[in-house]
């Protein structure tokens, strides 16, 4: 079954046409296709490929064993209202962290050392079931191949509202305008905002898209950004942090 997505409503940045998207209703081979979740994380051209998105049947929690087993198209507010219900710990990262478990799972989503992998006991793809430790993973990366269909974690109790008011705190200078996140990953060792602060671009514009004045990697649009000016923007930063300080800062925002 295809669906027509509007992506100018779909994405959080707010960018992208219509495209008609397989959604996805039972596990199978769907490798023609890319699998995306809610779409946090992206930056739709005007030519992306063909697209898959898993239906509602993926759409689910529940415990067995210890474990908590969630399908990908679960958000990840779902998941935190119910593991504040329950008294759940390790969850409260997922407050304020757009997206599906497939995408959070697939980005190793996080905030600084807290990391959807450190609590991860294994997904389901097609592929089979993979346990946590035979995934190679590292910041914002995970070598995945194929789609998410459930990620399972290990229950302990005790969520922890101290932890997330500290996590709300940390985001405190992230601004409210449409952005996909953070646009480019912390080199080692470096913050990207401080780098793209310190080549001139905190705040810079091109058409109504901007390196944002209260956080220089998040790239936001101001009202009718185009994919175009979000590329230029991108292609900008890149040269100058290079020529200035010799790092070549790559994406964290996925173009397709
Ligand atoms: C305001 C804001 C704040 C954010 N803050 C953070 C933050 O603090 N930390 C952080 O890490 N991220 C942050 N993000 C980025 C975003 O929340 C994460 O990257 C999240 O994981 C995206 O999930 P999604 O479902 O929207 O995935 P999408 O954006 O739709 O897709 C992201 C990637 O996951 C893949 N994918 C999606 N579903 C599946 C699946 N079922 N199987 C396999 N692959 C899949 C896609 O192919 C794509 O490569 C933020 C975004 C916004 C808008």
Same mark, same amino acid.
């Given at each position: 079954?295809?669906?027509? %997505? @509007?992506?100018?409503?779909?994405?959080?940045?707010?960018?992208?046409?219509?495209?008609?998207?397989?959604?996805?209703?039972?596990? !199978?081979?769907?490798?023609?296709?890319?699998?995306?979740?809610?779409?946090?994380? *992206?930056?739709?051209?005007?030519?992306?490929?063909?697209?898959?998105?898993?239906?509602?049947?993926?759409?689910?929690?529940?415990?067995?064993?210890?474990?908590?087993?969630?399908?990908?198209?679960?958000?990840?507010?779902?998941?935190?209202?119910?593991?504040?219900?329950?008294? %759940?710990?390790?969850? &409260?990262? $997922?407050?304020?962290?757009?997206?599906?478990?497939?995408?959070?799972?697939? #980005?190793?989503?996080?905030?600084?050392?807290?990391?959807?992998?450190?609590?991860?006991?294994?997904?389901?793809?097609?592929?089979?079931?993979?346990?946590?430790?035979?995934?190679?993973?590292?910041?914002?990366?995970?070598?995945?191949?194929?789609?998410?269909?459930?990620?399972?974690?290990?229950?302990?109790?005790?969520?922890?509202?101290?932890?997330?008011?500290?996590?709300?705190? #940390?985001?405190?200078?992230?601004?409210?305008?449409?952005?996909?996140?953070?646009?480019?990953?912390?080199?080692?060792?470096?913050?990207?905002?401080?780098?793209?602060?310190?080549?001139?671009?905190? !705040?810079?514009?091109?058409?109504?898209?901007?390196?944002?004045?209260?956080?220089?990697?998040? *790239?936001? @649009?101001?009202?009718?950004?185009?994919?175009?000016?979000?590329? =230029? *923007? %991108?292609?900008?930063?890149? &040269? =100058?942090?290079?020529?200035?300080?010799?790092?070549?800062?790559? $994406?964290?925002?996925?173009?397709?």
């Amino acid at each position: 079954m295809f669906k027509i %997505i @509007n992506f100018q409503k779909y994405t959080s940045i707010h960018i992208g046409g219509e495209h008609k998207v397989q959604v996805i209703h039972e596990i !199978g081979d769907f490798s023609n296709f890319r699998i995306i979740g809610r779409g946090n994380n *992206l930056l739709i051209s005007n030519t992306p490929p063909a697209l898959a998105i898993l239906g509602e049947e993926f759409d689910y929690i529940e415990e067995q064993n210890g474990l908590l087993i969630v399908g990908a198209a679960t958000s990840s507010g779902k998941l935190l209202t119910y593991c504040k219900k329950n008294n %759940i710990a390790h969850f &409260e990262l $997922l407050a304020k962290l757009p997206g599906n478990m497939g995408g959070l799972v697939k #980005m190793n989503a996080g905030l600084k050392q807290w990391e959807i992998f450190n609590y991860l006991h294994s997904i389901k793809t097609e592929k089979g079931i993979f346990k946590r430790k035979d995934i190679s993973y590292s910041y914002r990366h995970t070598k995945i191949d194929g789609i998410i269909y459930e990620v399972v974690f290990h229950i302990e109790k005790g969520y922890d509202k101290e932890q997330q008011k500290l996590f709300n705190k #940390m985001r405190d200078n992230q601004p409210n305008l449409p952005s996909a996140g953070s646009c480019f990953k912390n080199p080692e060792g470096k913050s990207a905002g401080y780098l793209i602060e310190n080549v001139g671009l905190k !705040g810079y514009t091109i058409g109504d898209m901007s390196f944002s004045s209260e956080h220089a990697n998040f *790239l936001v @649009n101001l009202g009718s950004g185009t994919f175009e000016d979000a590329m =230029k *923007l %991108i292609t900008l930063a890149k &040269e =100058k942090v290079k020529e200035k300080f010799g790092v070549t800062l790559e $994406l964290e925002i996925e173009v397709l």
